[in-house]
């Protein structure tokens, strides 16, 4: 790897630093909580080969997203920073798509945990549908990597608004459940995912809609798929002008940080599920018998 370019003049050193920095301590936040949850009789909702499952899940998408920190690229392009066959299009594709279908099933275990503890069946059915729409997005992430079509990214990313927005109204369902902090780890995520949204309808999809308008007015050449296929695998264009990560360094800052703490905090959510009762507001508690109860009741009746 030539580090030639990594001097104090160049910001791209600073933002490849601070990558690099927020990565190392994600994957630290992620061994602490594997030591402390592997075995604990703490753990999630059917014990410990469910938290071991969900340790895995974050796992993925931490290390993911820390290989991705460290070796940035971006795909439709085919630039990156290092000259290495890691920087190949082909690896960190598939790489990004293995840590984003785990994140998203994280999402879809935290909510079904969530929704049957409270008996909100309109959450457990909105996290049947994050995992579809987010393989549906990775499909047209693919196929604008190998045609090299800024449309389908401004869709992808579309998609992945979609699956976010059924999360929050999903969690929103959850608010008149709990009090204390569950309450308020609700509201944080909440705002997160609207500041997430709105950072996607106002940056991200119109970023990708313009370069899309800009590549049909330049005449660019777009590329079948057995052509994008080869063109994925062996070339890949080492810059470090600022100029052409512009538009990549925002969305990576947040996505390599924010994202994954969410992805942690999803993980420590669900290996806390034996505490998560005592924080049920006290209404929706009377409101929604246990089955021991309704047993009882039955049995009682003439």
Same mark, same amino acid.
């Given at each position: 790897?030539?580090?030639?370019?990594?001097?104090?003049?160049?910001?791209?050193?600073?933002?490849?630093?601070?990558?690099?920095?927020?990565?190392?301590?994600?994957?630290a936040?992620?061994?602490?909580?594997?030591?402390?949850?592997q075995?604990?009789?703490?753990?999630?909702?059917?014990?410990p080969?469910?938290?071991?499952?969900?340790?895995?899940?974050?796992?993925?998408?931490?290390?993911?997203c820390?290989?991705?920190?460290?070796?940035?690229?971006?795909?439709?392009?085919?630039?990156?920073?290092?000259n290495?066959?890691?920087s190949?299009?082909?690896?960190?594709?598939?790489?990004?798509?293995?840590?984003?279908?785990?994140?998203?099933a994280?999402?879809?275990i935290?909510?079904?945990?969530?929704?049957r503890?409270t008996?909100?069946?309109?959450? *457990?059915? +909105? %996290? #049947? /549908?994050?995992?579809p729409?987010?393989?549906?997005?990775e499909?047209?992430?693919? $196929?604008a990597?190998?045609?090299?079509?800024f449309?389908?990214?401004?869709?992808?990313?579309?998609?992945?608004?979609v699956?976010?927005?059924?999360?929050?109204?999903?969690?929103?369902?959850?608010?008149?459940?709990?009090?204390?902090?569950?309450?308020v780890?609700?509201?944080?995520?909440?705002?997160?995912?609207?500041?997430?949204?709105?950072?996607?309808?106002?940056?991200?999809?119109?970023?990708?809609?313009?370069?899309?308008?800009?590549?049909?007015?330049?005449?660019?050449?777009?590329?079948?798929?057995?052509?994008?296929?080869?063109?994925?695998?062996?070339?890949?264009?080492?810059?470090h002008?600022?100029?052409?990560?512009?538009?990549?360094?925002?969305?990576?800052?947040?996505?390599?940080s924010?994202? *994954?703490? +969410? %992805? #942690? /905090?999803?993980?420590?959510?669900?290996?806390l599920?034996?505490?998560?009762?005592? $924080?049920r507001t006290?209404?929706?508690?009377?409101?929604?018998?246990?089955?021991?109860?309704?047993?009882?009741?039955?049995?009682r009746?003439?």
């Amino acid at each position: 790897m030539n580090l030639v370019w990594q001097g104090r003049s160049n910001p791209l050193t600073w933002w490849w630093g601070f990558l690099t920095l927020v990565s190392g301590a994600n994957i630290a936040a992620w061994f602490v909580l594997y030591r402390e949850f592997q075995n604990s009789p703490l753990g999630g909702a059917s014990g410990p080969a469910d938290t071991q499952s969900m340790l895995l899940l974050c796992a993925a998408y931490v290390f993911g997203c820390a290989f991705r920190s460290v070796l940035p690229r971006a795909d439709v392009q085919r630039i990156c920073l290092f000259n290495t066959w890691l920087s190949s299009v082909m690896i960190g594709r598939t790489v990004a798509t293995i840590a984003e279908v785990c994140f998203a099933a994280q999402w879809v275990i935290i909510m079904g945990q969530l929704g049957r503890m409270t008996g909100a069946g309109s959450t *457990v059915n +909105a %996290s #049947l /549908a994050i995992l579809p729409l987010i393989v549906i997005a990775e499909c047209f992430s693919w $196929y604008a990597v190998l045609t090299r079509n800024f449309l389908l990214n401004a869709i992808e990313n579309s998609l992945w608004a979609v699956a976010f927005f059924i999360i929050a109204i999903g969690l929103c369902r959850l608010l008149p459940e709990f009090n204390g902090p569950v309450r308020v780890a609700l509201v944080i995520a909440i705002v997160g995912i609207a500041g997430y949204l709105a950072f996607l309808v106002t940056i991200d999809v119109p970023m990708y809609l313009s370069r899309w308008r800009a590549g049909l007015a330049e005449g660019s050449k777009l590329l079948g798929i057995i052509e994008g296929l080869r063109d994925v695998s062996t070339r890949w264009v080492v810059t470090h002008d600022i100029e052409h990560w512009k538009g990549e360094i925002a969305w990576m800052s947040l996505y390599f940080s924010a994202a *994954v703490w +969410a %992805s #942690l /905090a999803l993980c420590v959510v669900y290996t806390l599920d034996s505490h998560l009762p005592q $924080y049920r507001t006290e209404a929706a508690a009377m409101s929604r018998p246990v089955a021991g109860d309704l047993q009882r009741v039955a049995i009682r009746a003439p």
